[in-house]
């Protein structure tokens, strides 16, 4: 079955970065776009970006631009996300997201976890 | 960019009643919408794509409309284990995804 697996909770200080990752299961890892969402403490969701893992591309939300970076490991069929520059307002949970149709950039279907992240000095 | 105007922000009805959620686009994204449930604590759950189409093992008691710039998303004899936050989110351009703001259902 389809598994999205996030990593852990995280704290960082103002100004760092974190590296988020999200091992993948149960699908052809490089038929399917993986976007990132966020959502801060009782506040909307969030697009972030997309990365495909075939073709190592990446569209990053003009918000994150700059900020951010999504990557992958092929060999164990992870993807990553690494948010620098880091401030109270990023304090958030994060969310990997499969797209719901291979080799198009759709919206997701299945969901990962979420991985709180806390951004605090 | 495409914004999505959802409403109401929130309702509450009671058992067995029918829900009814809007979302409205800026523009027009066809039928480049999803609609999810997220219950507290927990990751979406898609329920609707591409505006009307019910995703597998998703009850029948929900359903979606429209196409364009308007967009409804109904529960149809709400259940107490409907109780979430439901969001609308497009993906016209596939390169810019917007959510709605999303509608808090509680029971009455």
């Known amino acids: 079955q389809v598994q999205l697996v996030q990593s852990g909770a995280e704290v960082r200080k103002p100004g760092a970065s974190v590296k988020i990752s999200c091992k993948t299961s149960?699908?052809?890892?490089?038929?399917?776009?993986i976007h990132w969402v966020r959502q801060a403490p009782g506040q909307n969701l969030e697009w972030m970006g997309w990365?495909?893992?075939?073709?190592?591309?990446?569209n990053y939300g003009q918000k994150f631009e700059g900020r951010v970076t999504m990557t992958r490991d092929l060999a164990i069929t992870t993807v990553y996300m690494e948010l620098t520059r880091l401030t109270s307002d990023d304090t958030a949970i994060f969310y990997c997201?499969?797209?719901?149709?291979?080799?198009?950039?759709?919206?997701?279907?299945?969901w990962g976890q979420g991985t709180l992240v806390t951004v605090s000095s | 960019d495409i914004q999505m105007t959802q409403s109401p922000s929130s309702l509450s009805a009671s058992v067995g009643d029918r829900v009814t959620i809007t979302c409205q686009a800026t523009q027009d994204i066809g039928k480049y919408l999803n609609w999810y449930q997220q219950k507290a604590g927990k990751a979406p759950k898609l329920l609707i794509y591409d505006a009307s189409n019910l995703e597998t093992g998703v009850p029948s008691r929900f359903s979606g409309t429209g196409s364009a710039t308007e967009f409804t998303f109904t529960i149809n004899s709400l259940q107490p284990e409907d109780i979430a936050t439901y969001y609308c989110q497009q993906y016209d351009s596939l390169s810019s995804y917007t959510f709605g703001q999303g509608t808090k259902v509680e029971i009455k």
């Open positions: 990365i495909f893992p075939y073709s190592y591309g990446t």
């Open positions: 149960g699908f052809i890892f490089t038929d399917y776009y």
């Open positions: 997201v499969r797209a719901r149709q291979p080799h198009i950039a759709v919206a997701g279907d299945f």
